[in-house]
C-alpha cells in the first residue's frame, strides 16, 4: 500500500517564482493525491470510494492544509468496479465536508482532463471558488471477487448527481452486430495500418513498439504511484508467452493497457484568490493555462484513414495556440497510453518525437490503467513534475473510445497571462471528409485490407479473425472469420494491403 500527496523521487529544490500580475480567478491545482492499495485478499481490500477517501486527503496534505477544504462542487470520474448511486455523497460522509454540488462524469479516458477543462472554467468565470476532483477503481478487488463467487458488501447512496460532460455513441449497429465492440479489437487494427504505413515488417514494428512500451516500464519502474515497478526490455515485451499471452494480435497482454488495479487519484482546484485565502504557499500553485475538447467521426466505420487522428491535431493545436505555446515549448507530455497505436497516433497529430520521454507515470499497462480514471494520475504527476521544474509548460492529452474523444489542458507554475482560456474547434473536426461503410450485398465481393486483428483465447489459439477493407469505389466493409484456416494464415506475414473476399454475412475469405 502507498499513499503520497507529493512526489518523493524527484529531487526538490527551492523555486523561483517570477513576480508577475495573477488575476484571482485563474484556476490553480493546490494539491494532488494518488493512493495504491495491494490488498492480500478481500479481507483487507478497499472499495473506490475508500481509494477517493485516501486519495483526496493525501492531496489535502500536498496543499498544506490541515483538514479537507469543503469543495463548492465533488466531481467524481465514472466508475465500472461498484454502481454506487451518489459515490461523492458517501465520499464526502466519509471526509466529514460539506459539499454544495456532486457531479458525476462521463465514460472515457479523457474524462479527467475534460472535468478539469470544465472546472477551470467554471472557476474562471467564477461560478466556483474550490472544487475536488477524484475518481478510483478497484477492478482488481471486483475480478477477485468474481472468481471467488464472493459477494461485496460495499455502499450504495440513492441520490443522483448531476452530470458533468457528455457522452458519445461510438458504435455503429453494422459494427455491434458483428461483435467489434471492444478497443482491445479495434486498435490492433490501427496498429497494423501504422506498421504498413511506415513500411516496416511485422517483427521490426513489433520490436520498435515493444521500445516504446520498455522506455515507459523504465519511467514506471522509478514511481512508487505504479502498479508495476518493474522495467521490461523490449524482447519481454514483444515475446508472447504464458505470462505475456497474446490477445489482439499483434498486441501480447503486457502491451494492453492494465485495469487489474486498485487505485484512485485526486486534485484540489480553485482560484487563485481562494489559493492564498487559504495558505496554500505560493510553490504548490501550478496553473491551469489552457484546455480543448475535439472528436474524431464518432464511428470507426467513417473514419477517412486509419493512420491519422486529425482532432487529435485541431485540439493540440488550438490548446497549444490558446497558452501561446508551439509544442517545442512544452517541456513535459504524458500522452494517453492504453495500446502502442494510441500514443504513436496522438504523438505524430501534436508533432511530438517518440523518442522523448512521453510519459510522466510509466504509462497504463505499467503504472496502472484505472478504466476513465488514469489521466487524473497524469495530472497528479504533471503537477508535482511542474513544481520542479519552474516556469515549464506541460501538456496533458487524454483520450476516450476508439482514439475518439480528445481532451488537452497546458499547465505550468507561470500564471497565464489572460486566465484560463478553452476551446472546442468540433467544426473545424466535423467538416473534414468521412468514408462511407458499404454492408451486405453492397459489401460482397473483392476488397483490400487496411487494418487488421486476429483474437486469442485464452490459451492463446486464434479464433477471430477481424479485417477492414477498402472497396473499389473507395468504401470501407468489415469482414470477419472465425474459421481455423484462415485465423491462423493472418496470423503469418503482412496483410495490409491483400486482396480478400467478403459475402453478403461480412464472413471473410481469403
Not at 32 to 47: M, W
Not at 161 to 177: H, Q, R, W
Request: with cysteine.
Amino acid at each position: 500500500m502507498l499513499t503520497s500527496g507529493h512526489d518523493p523521487w524527484a529531487v526538490r529544490s527551492a523555486p523561483t517564482i517570477p513576480v508577475v500580475p495573477i488575476d484571482d480567478r485563474s484556476p490553480v491545482i493546490i494539491g494532488v493525491g494518488q493512493h495504491v492499495h495491494r490488498a492480500d485478499g478481500l479481507d483487507d481490500a478497499l472499495d473506490p470510494v475508500d481509494l477517493m477517501d485516501e486519495a483526496v486527503r493525501a492531496a489535502t496534505r500536498d496543499a498544506g492544509l490541515s483538514a479537507v477544504p469543503s469543495p463548492d462542487s465533488l466531481r467524481v470520474i465514472q466508475m465500472f468496479s461498484w454502481r454506487y448511486g451518489n459515490p461523492g455523497a458517501i465520499l464526502a460522509r466519509r471526509l466529514g465536508i460539506d459539499v454544495r454540488h456532486h457531479a458525476y462524469g462521463p465514460v472515457g479516458g479523457n474524462t479527467p482532463q475534460s472535468i478539469v477543462n470544465l472546472t477551470a472554467a467554471s472557476i474562471q468565470r467564477g461560478e466556483l471558488d474550490l472544487a475536488i476532483v477524484t475518481g478510483a477503481e478497484a477492478w482488481r478487488t471486483r475480478m477477485r471477487a468474481r472468481r471467488a463467487d464472493a459477494t461485496l458488501e460495499w455502499e450504495r447512496d440513492p441520490s443522483t448527481p448531476d452530470a458533468i460532460g457528455s457522452e458519445l455513441e461510438m458504435n455503429l449497429p453494422a459494427e455491434t452486430d458483428l461483435g467489434i465492440v471492444m478497443p482491445v479489437q479495434v486498435y490492433p487494427m490501427f496498429e497494423s495500418a501504422l506498421r504498413a504505413g511506415a513500411g516496416r515488417d511485422v517483427d521490426a514494428h513489433l520490436h520498435h513498439i515493444a521500445g516504446l512500451w520498455s522506455a515507459m516500464s523504465d519511467v514506471a519502474a522509478e514511481n512508487p504511484y505504479a502498479w508495476s515497478q518493474r522495467s521490461f526490455t523490449p524482447d519481454e515485451l514483444a515475446t508472447a508467452g504464458p505470462d505475456n499471452r497474446m490477445i489482439g494480435l499483434p498486441y501480447p497482454k503486457r502491451l494492453n493497457s492494465n485495469n487489474d488495479v486498485d487505485m484512485g487519484a485526486a486534485a484540489i482546484i480553485c482560484s487563485a484568490a481562494t489559493a492564498a485565502r487559504l495558505g496554500v504557499a505560493r510553490s504548490q500553485w501550478v496553473f491551469v493555462h489552457a484546455g480543448t475538447e475535439t472528436h474524431e467521426h464518432p464511428f470507426v466505420s467513417h473514419r477517412d484513414e486509419f493512420t491519422r487522428t486529425p482532432a487529435i491535431e485541431i485540439g493540440g493545436r488550438r490548446v497549444l495556440e490558446l497558452a501561446g505555446l508551439g509544442v517545442d515549448d512544452v517541456a513535459l507530455v504524458d500522452l494517453y497510453s492504453c495500446f502502442p497505436s494510441a500514443t504513436q497516433l496522438g504523438a505524430a497529430s501534436l508533432g511530438i518525437a517518440l523518442d522523448r520521454p512521453l510519459t510522466l507515470t510509466g504509462g497504463m499497462a505499467f503504472a496502472g490503467g484505472p478504466w476513465n480514471s488514469y489521466v487524473l494520475h497524469a495530472i497528479a504527476a504533471m503537477t508535482t513534475s511542474l513544481r520542479e521544474r519552474d516556469g515549464e509548460h506541460g501538456l496533458v492529452w487524454g483520450n476516450g473510445g476508439y482514439v475518439t474523444k480528445h481532451s488537452f489542458g497546458v499547465y505550468s507554475t507561470t500564471p497565464p497571462a489572460a486566465g484560463f482560456r478553452f476551446d472546442e474547434p468540433q467544426a473545424e473536426v466535423d467538416a473534414l471528409p468521412r468514408r462511407e461503410l458499404a454492408t451486405g450485398t453492397d459489401a460482397a465481393g473483392a476488397g483490400r485490407v487496411e487494418g487488421y486483428t486476429v483474437m486469442h483465447d485464452r490459451e492463446q489459439r486464434p479464433e477471430l479473425a477481424i479485417v477492414s477493407c477498402r472497396l473499389a469505389d473507395g468504401r470501407r466493409a468489415w469482414g470477419t472469420s472465425r474459421d481455423d484456416d484462415v485465423t491462423n494464415a493472418m496470423c503469418d506475414g503482412e496483410w495490409v494491403g491483400a486482396d480478400v473476399t467478403l459475402d453478403a454475412g461480412a464472413t471473410l475469405r481469403l
